[in-house]
């Protein structure tokens, strides 16, 4: 009686024997297989080529993928190479708070920007980005650990924008200086899908630790 073989001992066959379509050249127009694009049977070559062919497509996809990640990490760089230096061109510490929402404003296109910070020195006890700060609000900063990011939840910090009521969605940064918060940095849009709980946070933080440097000059 012959043996009969199963479809993986001839796999296995065909892969410690590698010379053996060179062996039977003949073979690799005779093989037919069913092509999954057309339907219809194709030699051995033929299938070969259009697995070639689905791998090329595939990698050429993530490269195109790739690609578009690095534009786009490049232009968020740009953005936050130009924003660090609009904040080193405000000479006085009384000015950066201003300079620095109205850059993440203007340079990330983000609708609505505002900050308020505590333990400042009392020269700044009548500006604007003192006013208004609950205890909830600092013991909420001194709990938030990394960046929120998604929907409003009416948060207080929120209620701080100009035009709160708009907002959907929103960044909440914590500004630490010495390992304790000493402000809160608000980001809001109109757009529910602005700022997601699934959104990378790479460059959220680098803007927290940026302005926390930049602003822990006006503390006491």
């Known amino acids: 009686m012959t043996a009969t073989l199963d479809s993986s001992a001839v796999a296995s ?11 039977h050249a003949g073979l690799l127009g005779q093989v037919r297989l069913s092509s ?7 030699s051995l070559q033929e299938r070969q080529m259009e697995v070639m ?5 595939a990698l050429e996809l993530r490269m195109s993928e790739l690609i578009r990640l690095a534009q786009d990490n490049a232009t968020i760089a740009n953005k ?11 000479r006085l510490p009384s000015a950066m708070p201003a300079a620095l929402t109205k850059g993440l404003r203007d340079g990330f296109a983000v609708p609505q920007v505002t ?27 001194s709990s938030l650990l990394a960046p929120y990011c998604g929907s409003n ?30 402000g809160l940095l608000i980001m809001g849009s109109p757009d529910p899908e602005r700022f997601t709980s699934t959104m ?9 630790e940026t302005a926390s440097a930049a602003l822990a000059a ?3």
């Open 13 to 23: 066959y065909l892969t410690d024997n590698p010379n053996f379509f060179e062996e």
């Open 36 to 42: 999954p694009l057309t339907g219809k049977a194709v």
């Open 53 to 57: 062919r689905d791998k090329y497509k």
């Open 80 to 90: 936050f190479h130009a924003w660090t230096q609009g904040l080193l061109k405000a």
């Open 115 to 141: 900050l308020r910070l505590w333990g400042l020195d009392g020269a700044h006890a009548d500006a604007w980005y003192v006013a208004g700060v609950s205890e909830d609000a600092r013991l909420f900063a």
């Open 153 to 182: 939840h009416d948060f207080e910090a929120v209620r701080w924008l100009d035009d709160a009521a708009s907002v959907a969605s929103t960044v909440i940064l914590p500004l630490r200086s010495d390992g304790s918060a000493f």
């Open 200 to 208: 990378a946070t790479d460059f959220l933080i680098h803007i927290g």
């Open 218 to 220: 006006l503390r006491a």
